[in-house]
């Protein structure tokens, strides 16, 4: 058993990372913004002790020494997970919205780690295809030794631009510290791009769900029904997956120092659709069919390549079809929308 300090555990992907942490017999304490967050994460383990799961409240994790105390623990942090970092396309401060919470949260973060808790031998950062992915290059086939090169110029001009370089030079600034200060502990990071499967944080509705999960919602509820959503980045992982392969980042020792592609496999909205309405006969009426389709084809000019081999060979990942991220998605949302 390890103890894990995780942070952001109310999100999308760090529920589940939260969930496969305490399956595989590891105490967890996870930071979140607001008692009532941290609460509603006891409230759905309640027959958890508190010391085999916890929160504290970190309210921001930009501010300047946010994690001081929050990396001290008894017993002891061995392992530090860091998933919490903004994620969605409507900032209007690149900076201030995006930027400075990546950046500065993930620098904060290892700080308190170096000053304060010398126990954690093992620092896992999620990160993204973001950091890794290069739109100029739009059919290149891309591993963990590729950097999206965006530049500080660039990343105020537009969301999409400001969330490319929020993970690209939290990430940099992350291997930098490690490289500049040979703390006790090593570093290990994943990479997934866009993340799909089912739902299991509190949300008090369909209209707060994550970024990613957004287009199968839209599809669901007929929001898209004449014009599918416009895919974006062609390549997914279902959260499952993606929080196995930060628990056996912590696990494993072979997996220090490395950067991780997390990848499924490719998909469009247009195949989304399609799995829903195959699978889902009472939705149909909803989705977008024959022109309606189009727009969330694949692109004629091709896709990202990608290669995920060092995570299935390391980590020993297996990953899911589209398929069943997306069927668990729509289960998921179905029970959301009753409740």
Known sequence: MTRVLLTGGSGFIAAHVLETLLQRGHSVVTTVRTPQKGQHILDAHPNLSKATLDYTVVADI???NAFDTAVISEPPFEAVVHC???YHFKSEDNQKELLDPAVN??????????KNAPTVKRVVVTSSSAAILDPTQPTKTYSEADWCPITQEQALVGPANGYRASKTFAERAAWKFVEDNK?????????PPLVLGPIIHHLESLSSVNTSNQRIRDLMSGAA?????YTGNHLFVDVRDLALGHALAVEKPEAGGKRFFMVGGKFSNKEIAEIIGEEFPDLRDNLPVGEALKSGDYPARGTYGFDSSRSKEVLGLTYRPLK????????????????
């Open 62 to 64: 930009a501010r300047s």
């Open 84 to 86: 919490a970092s903004p």
């Open 105 to 114: 949260g993930t620098v904060g973060l290892l700080q308190a780690i170096y």
């Open 183 to 191: 703390p006790n502990f090593s570093l290990s990071v994943c990479n």
């Open 225 to 229: 029904k004449n014009a599918c959503p």
């Open 324 to 339: 069943d991220s997306i069927v668990d998605a729509v289960k998921s949302l179905q029970k959301i929308s009753v409740s």
